[in-house]
């Protein structure tokens, strides 16, 4: 069985710092990984996606992730915040059948 | 494309009433999903469609819901009677291949029952 935990419900950053949100997996095959963003009031959008071609993803508005097998993560992160990045951060899994596992999400909170 | 579009954007009823959402995918799409999200329970699947038929609907919460997929550019999720407890964002997503291909979400319909 596949599970996503996210640490932190809430994360500050000022702005043009670094942008580091957590997410651990559990999942019985090779997972496929995915973070997406929702903005105020709209629906989720990708931000990138894992699919084992390579460790490091590279997505949308200058964010990337790094699948790392060893310690189960893939962390997104960007180097500098800029405060349209407020928004809610969502990690997610998928197996082997179609079923999406989301995480809680991860609220990003950009300080002038 | 459009994108997929959800209707209405807010909804407010009383309790005992039926409220019928509705979705349109995007063209070409085969897969759909409906999501309901709350700050308590977060995202939970509803059920997932593919090519217009039912395949998982095991997140529907009671025989109170129930959803159809006529053809393969619209779906309606119902919910008769509804409850204040049913009030979320319920959210529609539409895919090409299955869920571990790219999900495509409406802007949602916020439910409020009164």
């Known amino acids: 069985a596949q599970s996503v935990t996210q640490l932190g419900s809430h994360v500050s950053v000022s702005e043009g710092a670094l942008v580091l949100l957590r997410c651990n997996y559990s999942s019985s095959v090779p997972p496929y990984l995915f973070w997406y963003v929702q903005y105020p009031n709209q629906g989720l959008q990708l931000l990138l996606k894992?699919?084992?071609?390579a460790t490091l993803v590279k997505g949308i508005n200058g964010f990337e992730a790094e699948f790392k097998k060893s310690e189960t993560s893939f962390h997104l992160t960007k180097p500098s915040a800029h405060m349209s990045d407020a928004a809610e951060y969502f990690c997610?899994?998928?197996?082997?059948?179609?079923?999406?596992?989301w995480g809680a999400g991860t609220k990003l909170i950009i300080k002038p | 494309d459009a994108g997929v579009i959800q209707s209405p954007r807010h909804e407010v009823t009383e309790m005992g009433q039926e409220v019928t959402l509705r979705c349109k995918p995007i063209s070409g799409h085969n897969s759909l999903f409906w999501y309901r999200q709350t700050m308590m329970r977060g995202l939970e699947l509803l059920i997932y469609f593919n090519n217009n038929v039912p395949i998982d609907d095991s997140g529907m919460p009671e025989d109170r819901f129930s959803a159809k997929m006529p053809n393969a550019s619209f779906s309606t999720l119902k919910i008769q009677p509804s409850e204040p407890r049913d009030s979320a964002v319920y959210f529609c997503?539409?895919?090409?291949?299955?869920?571990?291909?790219?999900?495509?979400f409406g802007s949602g319909t916020q439910l409020s029952v009164l």
């Open positions: 894992y699919t084992s071609a």
């Open positions: 997503a539409s895919s090409f291949g299955q869920a571990n291909e790219k999900l495509f």
């Open positions: 997610a899994v998928s197996g082997s059948n179609y079923q999406l596992i």
